[in-house]
């Protein structure tokens, strides 16, 4: 009964290789959300969609750039992956609105050599 | 921005130890969530708490939202709690969940 599910749960990459990371989600929430975390920092926020409405962080790098073909799905892409792009990256829904409960999939940890 | 501080950063546990950790934050906000972060990256939510008291087995968590602090109690600590535990609240202008520094907890037997 898994609800947030990110796909690969490692990944690695080479400098430069685009690569791509998925998440699902069987809660059917309108709301889907990318963190990226590094070590022992807390996650930041790159960006999220409202339903189909993408809304982009002011210090999210051109580099990063996120789809969602439809509810359940929501992809980051990393165009050229550099060296500081290695970190854990989380994908997280709620329903929308305020005081809504944002629920988090167990993560992909990305390793770019 | 809002600002989310979280006290103490690290915490070292014998098993069967309580304690309390706090987490303050500079300005109104719709709700507070707190999280465990496991040694495998995953956050789990322990507690959506915008105000009171709740409690689960042997967590509780209380947020005074006037006073702008919230603190979660861990009784009789097991070495599964071991982990960051994460306040984060939702910025009463944005919308956004905005994460505290952490507090890193490890329980030895």
């Known amino acids: 009964d898994a609800m947030v599910i990110q796909n690969p749960r490692y990944q690695v990459t080479q400098f430069g290789k685009p690569v791509t990371l998925s998440c699902s989600q069987t809660?059917?929430?309108?709301?889907m959300y990318w963190y990226q975390q590094k070590s022992s920092q807390a996650p930041k926020l790159l960006f999220h969609?409202?339903?189909?409405?993408?809304?982009n962080e002011a210090d999210t790098p051109d580099n990063f750039q996120s789809r969602r073909p439809n509810t359940s799905f929501c992809f980051l892409d990393i165009r050229s992956p550099g060296l500081g792009d290695a970190a854990m990256y989380l994908c997280?829904?709620?329903?929308?609105?305020?005081?809504?409960?944002?629920?988090f999939g167990p993560g992909t940890r990305l390793l770019v050599l | 921005g809002i600002q989310v501080e979280q006290s103490p950063p690290d915490l070292i546990l014998q098993e069967g130890a309580n304690s309390t950790l706090r987490c303050n934050f500079s300005?109104?906000?719709?709700?507070l969530q707190w999280f465990h972060q496991n040694p495998w990256g995953q956050l789990i939510n322990l507690f959506y708490?915008?105000?009171g008291t709740k409690q689960n087995g042997r967590l509780s968590a209380t947020t005074v939202a006037t006073e702008r602090y919230s603190l979660l109690y861990i009784s009789s600590s097991q070495t599964t709690d071991s982990g960051v535990y994460f306040c984060?609240?939702?910025?009463?202008?944005?919308?956004?969940?905005?994460f505290g520094t952490g507090t890193r907890l490890q329980v030895f037997p």
């Open positions: 997280a829904t709620s329903r929308g609105g305020t005081e809504e409960t944002q629920y």
């Open positions: 809660l059917n929430h309108n709301v």
């Open positions: 969609y409202y339903d189909k409405d993408f809304n």
């Open positions: 300005d109104s906000v719709n709700n």
């Open positions: 708490i915008p105000s």
């Open positions: 984060a609240v939702e910025d009463y202008n944005t919308d956004k969940l905005i």
